[in-house]
């Protein structure tokens, strides 16, 4: 996809204009680090919108001082961390960055500090069926499917599935690569590229959230039940939370939900033909 607009880097050449959207609840202790990370690339972007979700710090005035468009949403006593409120607070962002008619959008917290060539790199591997890249987290290990934060998505092809917003439902962090895969789209990790940020939080709330989460993006019972199992043998209580969530969860259900389910019981189904295979032989 060639570039649409112009707008010249540090060495003069033309770039594709890329906007970062970051939400941020109180982060003034990180969001300092984060912006300026993000004004160091040696890829220009060309905006960076802070979504000030009901802080009660200095994140707002960091922020504006740092020269970044700020939305201010009212203050409100819970933090929707891992909430299904918050695909909600990142779309008042994305309604400012569709103004500014990007190709590409970065996705990213406000404690994440990213290595100069960070969307650089990315944008390099956005080539082909590429739709959707992140790097990697120190400390969270390896990840197959891009990261939440730190993700890079190609603004034509969000246009097209959801209308470069979020899905305000649970499973909404995943839909979109579900969604893109089943439109022939390809994620993509490039490891290389390594970001610095706050170890993951885990609680028995995040836990039911990912579990209703799998159920409305059309995760296959037996793909849900391992998941669950494999925390469960980390925190017993947080895979019981996940599988809790997944079989209490009862709609609405994503509309990548069908393909999800059938890629995971074909895949499911040619594990087990394989394996017998090897038996009988």
Not at 38 to 64: E, M
Not at 262 to 272: A, S
Request: hydrophobic letters at 35%; one cysteine or more.
């Amino acid at each position: 996809m060639g570039p649409r607009h112009s707008t010249p880097d540090k060495g003069g050449h033309t770039t594709q204009k890329v906007i970062a959207v970051i939400a941020a609840r109180n982060e003034e202790k990180y969001i300092g680090a984060t912006i300026d990370s993000l004004k160091k690339q040696t890829y220009p972007i060309h905006k960076i919108i802070v979504i000030n979700d009901g802080s009660t710090d200095d994140t707002p005035i960091i922020s504006k001082n740092a020269g970044c468009h700020i939305v201010t949403l009212p203050y409100h006593e819970e933090d929707y961390l891992s909430k299904p409120q918050l695909p909600a607070v990142w779309n008042k962002g994305l309604e400012i960055a569709e103004k500014y008619d990007p190709n590409f959008v970065l996705i990213s917290g406000a404690d994440q500090i990213y290595p100069p060539n960070y969307i650089e790199k990315l944008i390099e591997n956005m080539n082909g069926r590429v739709a959707i890249t992140s790097g990697e987290i120190a400390g969270q290990g390896q990840s197959k499917n891009p990261r939440g934060s730190g993700r890079l998505i190609n603004a034509q092809y969000w246009k097209k599935i959801s209308g470069l917003r979020f899905q305000v439902s649970p499973g909404w962090e995943s839909y979109m690569i579900n969604k893109f895969a089943s439109c022939g789209l390809q994620p993509k990790v490039v490891e290389s590229l390594v970001s610095i940020g706050r170890p993951l939080r885990t609680n028995p709330t995040k836990s039911l959230e990912e579990g209703r989460g799998m159920k409305a993006v059309g995760y296959h019972w037996f793909r849900a039940l391992i998941r669950s199992l494999l925390l469960f043998l980390k925190t017993p209580k947080l895979g019981i939370q996940m599988l809790v969530g997944y079989y209490t969860y009862r709609g609405p259900y994503l509309d990548c939900s069908n393909y999800v389910r059938e890629t995971q019981r074909n895949t499911l189904g040619n594990k087990i033909f394989s394996h017998l295979r090897g038996v009988l032989q």
